[in-house]
């Protein structure tokens, strides 16, 4: 009988081979999927880690929570470049006596529930000494708590004044990065003294880093008994400005007070040019970064801005930190990279202060512990804020020219 | 108000509104050959921006060899959509829900895809439309010369696109294939050709509006989310599902409602009243503002 006329019955063995080969298939695919499942997830759990030049004790780690994706996602390769390089000078010279530093960056997409995920693993799984970051205000606002329940050092570059420490009493929570309401009382200061501007318009972003930018720009324009002119509104993403800078212009305004992220800036100069808003124009410290400048092009020209780091002051501190992060990243670096490469230097001084990785005694010595670096001379005041450096700058289309460095 | 003032929010609203009325017309074009919406379509824009970008910023590629590279590209990417997930989805007896469930995953692979190659941060689009801070100026109005280049080539595409379905045989056939598919299998028409063509030409045309969009949103993931893909969608809608002309004016109608929300009313609710206004305009006009038939038609 030839195979084509061959019937199949129940009990065949050919229906009990093409079972068995089913089944292997099946067995196969499942194995298969397992495994991939498996590694997913440890990759996924690994985070990334920069691993130090070993040290005879067991590695101190530190975790990174920076956001690569979502609203500040311009910034978080200048958080970690800027730990990571002082932390591997301070390994390549020691370590903290004698065990390395171990850095763990996480991508928090500047969002408070990934945050808080990444800081239950700092603590819990990683069992981090310290935590640097979330950066963004908003995001620490919603896991400044957990590092405070654990115990653990929480050191941000995020500035929103609401989390100064007489409004979250966090004892855990320090910044390493000058206050927004530092910062906004010197803009005003700088528009009503030395621009002599008598009628502000604001154009403000929608997250809680600009709110409450607003807010202290309120506050400081009310002692010098300035009414502002004008606020307009933009929420973040924001590509159309024509009817809030349109109206700006109506309004007559004398000087222009930017309180975005950088691509929104980018979009404001844009229209202001467009529509020939001819003020100045004088920014927070998000348009005084490189993104705000490659995206606004030659529209930036003219834009005072403040910074927390300039790479034309000549301060030997600041310039021994731009020479050695070209060096090792072939960029020039930018705010706040300089912010949590200082952070990194306190915690090591704070620890061998303490003599102790322990969480409550390195907070302890966090409080009373006193570091000159690219920011100056730190040391924590009353609101736990590290530093109180700025610098007022106009961009001249290559650089930023200092017009004025507080203190 | 200053006419000034007028005309600059009306220039402003016309151009960005063009340019959503070309990301509707992608839903416009699949919905007519399957009937069924694609939670991925901002997606092509986004892709097609950064191709571009790569070709030409990052690869010094000539412009025209970058855009042809780029829009071939997206095109490949269409078919792929029909035979690697549409025709799966049907052959294994799936419907309308599963396809919307795939095409919104595949929506999110996109943007994180991107972001692991690209990251996060938005970049500056090449000044091949015309540099950002130059401008037209007609008496007191300043134009950025951007605006022309780009209102120019949506209305070079929308040309092309009325003698392609109007005044050459495929265009009928795809036409005849959106009215009644059986219909016109019985024709002669290849139902096949014409359903991969729509898939191709869906893709193309967002992919395109990307390139265009990108001067004004940065070649960033913006470009494949948030409302630029809903206002797409309200383009679509507000043309019937049926016209794509209609799906232009719809983009242009919602381009100019958000610019004299933000200027007469207040900018914190511009979203806010565009979308009340959709609303209200779907609920008056549910088969769109430029479709008069009723149900009973």
């Given at each position: 009988m030839s195979t084509c006329n061959r019937i199949l019955k129940p009990g065949d063995y050919i229906q009990k081979e093409v079972f068995v080969a089913r089944f292997c298939r099946k067995a196969f695919v499942g194995l298969v999927i397992l495994a991939l499942l498996g590694g997913s997830i440890s990759i996924w759990g690994c985070g990334k880690t920069g691993s130090s030049t070993p040290g005879s004790s067991t590695p101190i780690k530190i975790v990174l929570s920076a956001p690569f994706t979502g609203t500040g996602s311009a910034l978080g390769e200048w958080c970690e470049k800027g730990a990571r390089l002082a932390v591997d000078e301070i390994n390549a010279s020691g370590g903290v006596k004698g065990a390395s530093f171990d850095l763990i960056t996480y991508d928090d997409a500047s969002d408070a529930s990934t945050a808080a995920t990444i800081i239950r693993r700092a603590i819990s799984s990683d069992k981090a000494v310290a935590i640097f970051g979330p950066n963004m205000?908003?995001?620490?606002?919603?896991?400044?708590?957990?590092?405070?329940?654990?115990?653990?050092?929480?050191?941000?570059?995020?500035?929103?004044?609401?989390?100064?420490?007489?409004k979250t009493k966090n004892d855990y929570l320090f910044r390493i990065k000058t206050d927004d309401g530092v910062k906004g009382a010197e803009l005003v200061k700088y528009v009503v003294e030395v621009l002599k501007a008598k009628k502000p318009g604001i154009i403000v972003g929608s997250d809680s880093y600009c709110t409450s930018g607003l807010a202290d720009l309120k506050q400081d324009f009310d002692t010098y008994g300035i009414k502002i002119v004008d606020i307009e509104n933009m929420k973040e993403g924001d590509k159309d400005v024509?009817?809030?800078?349109?109206?700006?212009?109506?309004?007559?305004?004398?000087?222009?007070?930017?309180?975005?992220?950088?691509?929104?800036?980018?979009?404001?100069?844009?229209?202001?040019?467009?529509?020939?808003?001819?003020?100045?124009?004088?920014?927070?410290?998000?348009?005084?970064?490189?993104?705000?400048?490659?995206?606004?092009?030659?529209?930036?020209?003219?834009?005072?801005s403040l910074q927390v780091l300039n790479l034309a002051d000549p301060d030997p501190r600041v310039q021994k930190f731009v020479d050695a992060y070209t060096a090792k990243w072939g960029t020039e670096p930018s705010d706040p990279a300089n912010c949590y490469y200082d952070g990194v230097y306190l915690l090591k001084k704070a620890i061998e202060m303490a003599g102790s990785t322990d969480g409550v005694k390195i907070d302890e010595a966090l409080k009373t512990v006193e570091y000159t670096g690219v920011q100056g001379l730190m040391k924590c005041d009353a609101l736990h804020n590290f530093t109180n450096t700025c610098y007022i700058s106009q961009f001249n289309g290559k650089t930023w020219d200092i017009l004025s460095k507080i203190p | 108000m200053v006419l000034s003032n007028l005309l600059q929010n009306i220039i402003g609203g016309v151009s960005v509104g063009?340019?959503?009325?070309?990301?509707?017309?992608?839903?416009?074009?699949?919905?007519?050959?399957?009937?069924?919406?694609?939670?991925?379509?901002?997606?092509?824009?986004?892709?097609?921006?950064?191709?571009?970008?790569?070709?030409?910023?990052?690869?010094?590629?000539?412009?025209?060899?970058?855009?042809?590279?780029?829009?071939?590209?997206?095109?490949?990417?269409?078919?792929?959509?029909?035979?690697?997930?549409?025709?799966?989805?049907?052959?294994?007896?799936?419907g309308e829900l599963e396809f919307v469930v795939a095409t919104v995953m595949l929506s999110t692979f996109w943007l994180s895809a991107i972001k692991a190659f690209y990251g996060g941060v938005p970049r500056p689009f090449p000044p091949v439309f015309g540099e950002a801070t130059s401008f037209v100026r007609i008496g007191s109005v300043s134009i950025?010369?951007?605006?022309?280049?780009?209102?120019?080539?949506?209305?070079?595409?929308?040309?092309?696109?009325?003698?392609?379905?109007?005044?050459?045989?495929?265009?009928?056939?795809?036409?005849?294939?959106a009215q009644n598919k059986e219909t016109a299998s019985l024709m002669g028409i290849n139902v096949n050709m014409t359903t991969s063509l729509a898939f191709m030409l869906a893709t193309t045309i967002v992919g395109i509006g990307g390139i265009l969009l990108a001067p004004t949103y940065f070649v960033s993931l913006d470009l494949g989310a948030g409302p630029i893909g809903v206002k797409g969608f309200a383009s679509a809608i507000m043309g019937g599902m049926i016209n794509p002309f209609g799906t232009i004016v719809g983009g242009i109608t919602i381009g100019l409602v958000e610019n004299f929300s933000a200027l007469f009313i207040s900018s914190?609710?511009?979203?806010?009243?565009?979308?009340?206004?959709?609303?209200v305009v779907i609920i008056w006009k549910p088969r769109g503002i430029f479709n008069w038939t009723t149900k009973e038609d």
């Open positions: 205000s908003g995001a620490v606002l919603g896991v400044n708590t957990l590092a405070q329940q654990a115990k653990v050092p929480m050191l941000v570059g995020a500035t929103a004044t609401s989390l100064r420490y007489d024509t009817a809030q800078v349109t109206k700006l212009k109506k309004a007559g305004i004398d000087v222009l007070i930017g309180m975005t992220h950088e691509p929104e800036g980018a979009v404001v100069m844009l229209k202001v040019r467009e529509l020939k808003l001819t003020v100045p124009c004088i920014g927070e410290s998000a348009w005084g970064v490189p993104m705000f400048t490659d995206l606004a092009g030659d529209a930036a020209i003219g834009v005072i | 063009a340019t959503y009325g070309l990301i509707g017309l992608g839903v416009v074009f699949l919905w007519q050959s399957i009937e069924r919406i694609n939670f991925a379509n901002i997606s092509s824009a986004m892709i097609a921006a950064y191709l571009f970008y790569t070709f030409y910023a990052q690869l010094h590629l000539p412009f025209f060899i970058s855009l042809v590279a780029s829009i071939a590209i997206i095109a490949v990417y269409g078919l792929l959509l029909r035979y690697l997930l549409f025709e799966p989805i049907n052959h294994h007896g799936g950025p010369f951007v605006y022309f280049s780009v209102f120019f080539v949506v209305l070079v595409l929308i040309c092309a696109l009325y003698l392609l379905l109007w005044k050459t045989m495929i265009g009928k056939m795809l036409r005849a294939t914190v609710y511009k979203d806010v009243i565009s979308f009340v206004i959709l609303v």
